[in-house]
């Protein structure tokens, strides 16, 4: 799939060369993922790590946080449980990771609902810099300073990017990525995933993904991973974003031909994620935009 940037047709695979090596790159050097997560979907988010082929530490307390953010190879922040005692860890192990030259991933769960959240969010954004931000539209909308319509930790359904709104999506996804400097990865029926410079949106995925708790916390974690074994961060986030597209449409379909539930859903999405390979990406549903 081909798209149009800076008004010169550019090819996919251009954009995209050598991201189906970042599975197998991430599996070769299973890198150390500290993720500072949200205690409702924490264990998921350490199965999804360690289906990827990475080492999830979900450490959270303050006094050992430098010691452990020298470890990992990235650093994940979640916010979605937040309270001061773990925003005081997750400022001290972001200040290591950025000493160490570490990428970190901010996922601001539930900005825009609380100002305590929208604002820690954004001190996490102004201070430490992190490689990626990846959200929901309504939170990224709200530390945009655009009044996202939040509800609670999930999106506003009249605010998702569907197929009619990818040129809006773009334009807010690569305006934010070059003022925060960081990969903006927006997460909805398209994904956008920008660095100013370079913009797509990944399809797939499937609605059965919105009945499980997590799917998000987890897509964060992944990115996490991969950013550890990936130095270009756009291709990672793009590449982690398609492997939580496919393999939730790949566990949705076995969920539905057996008849089963959501709580079935999770399993097989957390095996569909252990037994992907990068080969699987060249079926992503990627936009150049």
């Avoid at 924490?42 to 010691?67: K, Q, R, S």
């Avoid at 939730?248 to 095996?271: H, N, P």
Wanted: with cysteine; charged share 20%.
């Amino acid at each position: 799939m081909s798209g149009e940037t800076n008004g010169k047709r550019i090819d996919r695979d251009d954009f995209l060369s050598g991201w189906t090596a970042i599975p197998q790159k991430v599996r070769a050097a299973s890198p150390v993922v500290h993720c500072i997560t949200n205690y409702v979907t924490a264990p998921w988010c350490a199965d999804a790590v360690l289906a990827a082929g990475a080492a999830p530490i979900m450490a959270d307390e303050p006094d050992e946080m430098a010691e452990i953010a020298s470890l990992a190879g990235a650093l994940v922040l979640n916010i979605g449980t937040l309270r001061h005692s773990r925003l005081t860890a997750m400022r001290l192990a972001a200040e290591t990771a950025k000493r160490l030259a570490r990428p970190i991933v901010l996922d601001p769960v539930g900005a825009g609902a609380s100002r305590l959240r929208t604002e820690s969010a954004l001190e996490i954004v102004r201070e430490f810099r992190p490689a990626a931000v990846r959200g929901n539209i309504s939170e990224i909308l709200a530390l945009a300073g655009r009044g996202g319509e939040t509800r609670g930790v999930d999106a506003s359904p009249s605010e998702l990017v569907g197929r009619r709104r990818l040129a809006d999506g773009a334009r807010l996804a690569a305006s934010l990525a070059e003022k925060w400097r960081c990969v903006v990865a927006i997460s909805g029926p398209y994904d956008i995933v920008s660095d100013g410079a370079r913009t797509c949106a990944v399809g797939g995925g499937d609605e059965m993904m919105t009945r499980i708790t997590g799917c998000g916390c987890m897509e964060s974690a992944l990115l996490g991973a991969y950013l550890a074994a990936e130095p270009d961060a756009w291709k990672a986030a793009v590449a982690a974003m398609a492997l939580m597209s496919l393999c939730g449409q790949r566990a949705a379909r076995a969920v539905r031909q057996a008849g089963e539930g959501t709580a079935s859903m999770r399993i097989r999405l957390l095996d569909a994620v252990s037994l992907f390979t990068g080969g699987e990406l060249t079926a992503a549903d990627v936009k150049i935009l």
